[in-house]
C-alpha cells in the first residue's frame, strides 16, 4: 500500500503562483512512477504531468513543472501564471515504475488538493 498526501493549494488570482506537494509513505517511493492529474467540476480527471522514478519527466505546459526528492518521498508540482481555467482539484497518484499519462493505470491515489484562481 501507499499512502498519499497532497497539499500547498489554495486561492490565488490569476498570474500567481502554487507549489503542491504530495508526501508519500507505505513502500518503496524510490521505484514509484508519481503523476498529478485534476478535475474540474463536471469534467473529467484531466492528467498534468508526471514524473519517472529517476527523475524523467514527461513535457508539461510550460506553465508547470513536476518534480521529486525521493529522500523525503515527496513529488512537487510547481505551477506559474496561474489561470482561472486551472481551478480544479488535484490529485497525485502513484504506480508501479512506468509513468502513464491515463488515470486508470495508477494504483495509489491521493485525497485532492483545491487549486482556486480568481480572475
Known amino acids: 500500500q501507499v499512502q498519499l498526501v497532497e497539499s500547498g493549494g489554495g486561492l490565488v488570482q490569476a498570474g500567481g503562483s502554487l507549489r503542491l506537494s504530495c508526501a508519500a509513505s507505505?513502500?518503496?517511493?524510490?521505484?514509484?512512477?508519481m503523476g498529478w492529474f485534476r478535475q474540474a467540476p463536471g469534467k473529467q480527471r484531466e492528467f498534468v504531468a508526471a514524473i519517472r522514478p529517476s527523475g524523467g519527466s514527461t513535457p508539461v505546459q510550460g506553465r508547470f513543472t513536476i518534480s521529486r526528492d525521493n529522500a523525503k518521498n515527496t513529488v512537487y508540482l510547481q505551477m506559474n501564471s496561474l489561470r482561472p481555467e486551472d481551478t480544479a482539484v488535484y490529485y497525485c497518484a502513484a504506480r508501479d515504475r512506468y509513468y502513464s499519462t491515463s488515470p486508470d493505470d495508477y494504483d495509489f491515489w491521493g485525497q485532492g488538493t483545491q487549486v482556486t484562481v480568481s480572475s
Open positions: 507505505g513502500r518503496t517511493f524510490s521505484s514509484a512512477a
